[in-house]
C-alpha cells in the first residue's frame, strides 16, 4: 500500500464493512480480525491512516498465499510505503503535526497486528529512496528521478 497525500487530507466517513469480512478468519489473522471489530464497533478509530484499508488488504493476501498451492510455507507481508510532504500541490504547507500524529498512528496500528499471520513492514518513500541511491548506478539514477519528480 503506498499513500503520498491521503493521510493529511481531511479523515474519510467510515464505510460499513461488506460482508466478505466478516467470516471466520484462522488464527493466524486473528489480530487484524480483532482490530476490525474494535474500529467497527468504535473502540478504536485512526484519523489519519486508513486502517480498514490495510486490513481489508491483509485479509486479500492472506486468502492469495492460502488459496495458490505454490505458495504453501510462505508468509504474506504487507508494506506501507508512504510519504511526508511539506506541500500540498497548490503550494499551501502541510502542518507537520499531521505527519506526526500519521506516524503515531502507524505504530499503533503495527502494535496491535503484532504477530499475525501477514507480516506489516513500514517505510517511507524517504527511506527507500536513500537506499537505492546507495545501490547499482541504474538504481541511483531511478532513485534520482523520483526525488527530482516529487520534489523537486
Avoid: M
Avoid at 474519510?12 to 467497527?40: C, I, N, Q, V
Avoid at 506541500?87 to 502507524?106: F, M, T
Amino acid at each position: 500500500e503506498s499513500k503520498r497525500y491521503e493521510p493529511f487530507r481531511s479523515p474519510k466517513k467510515a464505510k460499513p464493512w461488506s460482508k466478505t469480512y466478516w467470516h471466520e478468519w484462522d488464527e493466524g489473522l486473528a489480530p487484524f480480525a480483532r482490530l476490525r471489530d474494535d474500529l467497527h464497533e468504535g473502540r478504536t478509530s485512526f484519523a489519519r491512516l486508513d486502517a480498514p484499508q490495510l486490513i481489508k488488504h491483509a485479509f486479500g493476501l492472506h486468502t492469495q498465499v492460502h488459496r495458490d498451492g505454490s505458495a504453501k510455507g510462505k508468509r504474506p507481508v504487507l508494506i506501507y510505503l508512504y510519504s511526508e510532504p511539506d506541500r500540498w500541490p497548490n503550494g499551501k504547507r502541510i502542518d507537520a503535526s499531521l505527519h506526526a500524529q500519521h506516524r503515531v498512528e502507524v505504530e499503533q496500528f503495527a502494535e496491535r497486528i503484532s504477530g499475525a499471520g501477514v507480516r506489516f513492514h513500514v517505510c517511507r518513500y524517504g527511506e527507500l529512496l536513500d537506499g537505492w541511491s546507495s545501490s547499482s548506478a541504474a538504481l541511483r539514477e531511478h532513485a534520482n528521478a523520483i526525488q527530482n519528480w516529487f520534489y523537486p
